[in-house]
């Protein structure tokens, strides 16, 4: 598993905008498939988004769907999340991971999580 780090998280009123960030370190992410899981205090952690293949297919849990937007800068060997139109319900520590797909869900490839990074929305 590449060492990950996400950044970015932060507080905005409701109808804000965040871009989060996710950085490889010792490996490259190319031909990964890489996606965003958030964790609310008191909740498991949840899929979220994913990005994968070389034409940057796209996946979105349907809280989110069309409110984020995942990308990827193969050169900066960094993926986003673009979030739009925040919610308060949207208040969690957010995480990135290379992913597979197992029985119709995406989920972390490996064991570890990174540190996260938190978004808070307040209504």
């Known amino acids: 598993q590449a060492d990950l780090v996400e950044s970015g998280g932060g507080m905005v009123q409701a109808g804000g905008s965040l871009t989060l960030s996710c950085a490889a370190f010792?490996?490259?992410?190319?031909?990964?498939?890489m996606g965003w899981f958030r964790q609310a205090p008191g909740k498991e952690r949840e899929f979220v988004a994913t990005?994968?293949?070389?034409?940057?297919?796209?996946d979105y849990s349907d809280s989110v769907k069309g409110r984020f937007t995942i990308s990827r800068d193969s050169a900066k060997n960094t993926v986003f999340l673009q979030m739009n139109n925040l919610k308060p319900e949207d208040t969690a520590n957010y995480y990135c991971?290379?992913?597979?797909?197992?029985?119709?869900?995406?989920?972390?490839?490996?064991?570890?999580w990174g540190q996260g990074t938190q978004v808070t929305v307040s209504s």
């Open positions: 991971a290379v992913v597979v797909r197992d029985s119709g869900r995406w989920r972390n490839a490996g064991t570890n």
């Open positions: 010792r490996r490259t992410f190319s031909g990964l498939a």
């Open positions: 990005i994968w293949r070389s034409d940057d297919r796209t």
